[in-house]
Nanobody, 126 residues
Framework: QVQLVESGGGSVQAGGSLRLSCVAS????????MGWFRQAPGKEREGVAR????????YYVDSVKGRFTISRDNAKNTLYLQMDNLKPEDTAMYFC???????????????????WGQGTQVSVSS
């Protein structure tokens, strides 16, 4: 069983920045495709970004391209999401997730990821 623990959420004004972290309790972290998802109240969970096991490939949904950066430190079993120029529509609970298989074959569907954290809240005011 893999445990994922997110941190770094908070409340910021539009245009501000936050950096989310996700620590994984597994020695196999460096073999997993990792992703960030978010879920706003009353909405479905949606993919935000994902990164290949070695960190060489990253993928973003259009709404965050140029503003968010996903990265990972395999030596620390930690995944990051740097969020800049935040907008009110970015307000949501943010989750990290792990996938056994390659990121290349993944979609933005939550079902493509096996393990999930409990989430960290991000609130952006206008």
């Amino acid at each position: 069983q893999v445990q994922l623990v997110e941190s770094g959420g908070g409340s910021v004004q539009a245009g501000g920045s936050l950096r989310l972290s996700c620590v994984a309790s597994t020695n196999l972290f460096s073999t997993y495709c990792m992703g960030w998802f978010r879920q706003a109240p009353g909405k479905e969970r949606e993919g935000v970004a994902r990164i290949s096991s070695g960190g060489g490939s990253t993928y973003y949904v259009d709404s965050v391209k140029g503003r968010f950066t996903i990265s990972r430190d395999n030596a620390k079993n930690t995944l990051y999401l740097q969020m800049d120029n935040l907008k009110p529509e970015d307000t949501a609970m943010y989750f990290c997730a792990a996938r056994f298989l390659s990121c290349l074959s993944a979609t933005w569907l939550p079902a493509d990821f096996r393990y999930w954290g409990q989430g960290t809240q991000v609130s952006v005011s206008s």
